[in-house]
T-cell receptor
Framework: DGGITQSPKYLFRKEGQNVTLSCEQNLNHDAMYWYRQDPGQGLRLIYYSQIVNDFQKGDIAEGYSVSREKKESFPLTVTSAQKNPTAFYLC?????????????FGEGSRLTVL | AQKITQTQPGMFVQEKEAVTLDCTYDTSDPSYGLFWYKQPSSGEMIFLIYQGSYDQQNATEGRYSLNFQKARKSANLVISASQLGDSAMYFCAMREPQAISSGSARQLTFGSGTQLTVLP
């Protein structure tokens, strides 16, 4: 079955440590995205990538970094510079061909910084 | 300024009744797309329905329909015959043409969501 796999599902880290969240898709989608969700709030865009070796900052990129070395993979690193990293992180992808541009999402990674 | 506004933080509906979740949007572009997603407590985002700005008819998908009023810039989601499994967070989202100019990336802007609880 095609889809997006995020890991780990739950992650606990100490303050000041960098953390990398994995996102892998087998949908053959060109574009991939990272969103952050805080309790009771909507999704905010962190980074997105249109193609391998290219990515752009979203609305809240400070304190985060990404890479896109393979079409299938778009890992997100939450660095120690991120002041409030505890949140739910969602990875998504979509297809340039699909008229609607519907986003397909992974199941999310919940990061808690102690 | 907020591009997507969902004014109902929480809604309750009796099982088997219909419910309307409100969404208003703000854009000056004539071409855009509107989406509704469902997020159960498990966290995954489930696509429900899409409405293009040039679509002549309101979108429908099973028990979901979108009440699209372009002049009022509203795109309300109507869920008919509510079921207990419909209890979830619901998000309205918009895709604008400026995102299309960025190549293949077509990111969405989301509202703050409405928590729907279906009562037995």
């Amino acid at each position: 079955d095609g889809g997006i796999t995020q890991s780990p599902k739950y992650l606990f880290r100490k303050e000041g440590q960098n953390v990398t969240l994995s996102c892998e898709q087998n949908l053959n989608h060109d574009a991939m995205y990272w969103y952050r969700q805080d309790p009771g709030q909507g999704l905010r865009l962190i980074y997105y990538s249109q193609i391998v070796n290219d990515f752009q900052k979203g609305d809240i990129a400070e304190g985060y970094s990404v890479s896109r070395e393979k079409k299938e993979s778009f890992p997100l690193t939450v660095t120690s510079a991120q002041k409030n990293p505890t949140a739910f992180y969602l990875c998504a992808s979509n297809d340039r061909v699909t008229n609607t541009g519907e986003l397909f999402f992974g199941e999310g990674s919940r990061l808690t910084v102690l | 300024a907020q591009k997507i506004t969902q004014t109902q933080p929480g809604m309750f509906v009796q099982e088997k009744e219909a419910v309307t979740l409100d969404c208003t949007y703000d854009t000056s572009d004539p071409s855009y797309g509107l989406f509704w997603y469902k997020q159960p407590s498990s966290g995954e985002m489930i696509f429900l329905i899409y409405q293009g700005s040039y679509d002549q008819q309101n979108a429908t998908e099973g028990r979901y329909s979108l009440n699209f009023q372009k002049a009022r810039k509203s795109a309300n989601l109507v869920i008919s015959a509510s079921q207990l499994g419909d209890s979830a967070m619901y998000f309205c989202a918009m895709r604008e043409p400026q995102a299309i100019s960025s190549g293949s990336a077509r990111q969405l802007t989301f509202g703050s969501g409405t928590q729907l609880t279906v009562l037995p």
